[in-house]
């Protein structure tokens, strides 16, 4: 039978939290925050001001250079053919971190102007593409980056250049190097 007398009270409430409690949950935030900061990216862990040499001591040696309009330079780091990223370190003329970004993602090509932008242009600001293609009908040649959008969808953005090497057109499609449907056609 059941005796109301003696049964026990279930608590959905925290214990008081005491000094032990406290120091828990103090341990608990900073482990947090030191696993959150273990997942910044490459360009995000620098600080405009910095020495290049910084940059240059935990990335290596960049892959791509290119000299700035304002005496600086651009340093990059791709992991293009595979990979979708580039980290971007502008550097001023006294040797000094501007700013540190990746620059394949949408809002960087979307500053791209068309009938306005070169090849120059964008090789300064994306480095080398991943693939190039000539049109001959069409008198284009196309410039390609892979890329990730939206962290989530596997993209190719697409750079159409004249024979004067004035951009003229872009284009994002999917990658095909991730596309489910074309994984086993070789």
């Known amino acids: 039978m059941f005796n109301r007398h003696h049964r026990k009270a279930a608590s959905t409430e925290a214990p008081a939290a005491g000094p032990a409690g406290r120091l828990r949950r103090a341990a608990l935030v900073c482990l947090s925050a030191l696993a959150l900061a273990g997942c910044a990216q490459p360009w995000q862990q620098y600080q405009a001001g910095a020495d290049e040499s910084t940059i240059i001591a935990r990335l290596g040696p960049p892959r791509e250079s290119y000299a700035l309009p304002n005496g600086g330079k651009r340093l ?59 049109f001959p009908l069409m008198k284009r040649e196309v410039w390609t980056y892979r890329y990730l959008e939206d962290n989530v969808w596997y993209m190719m953005f697409s750079f159409y250049f004249d024979d004067q090497g004035v951009l003229r057109l872009t284009q994002k499609t999917p990658d095909p190097l991730h596309d489910p449907d074309r994984r086993n056609l070789f």
């Open 76 to 134: 990059m780091w791709p992991t293009q053919p595979m990979g979708e990223t580039t980290t971007a370190a502008d550097i001023d003329a006294s040797g000094k971190i501007v700013n540190v970004r990746q620059v394949l993602q949408p809002n960087e090509f979307y500053r791209a102007e068309v009938d306005k932008w070169t090849k120059g242009d964008v090789l300064v600001n994306f480095g080398r593409p991943v693939e190039t293609s000539y």
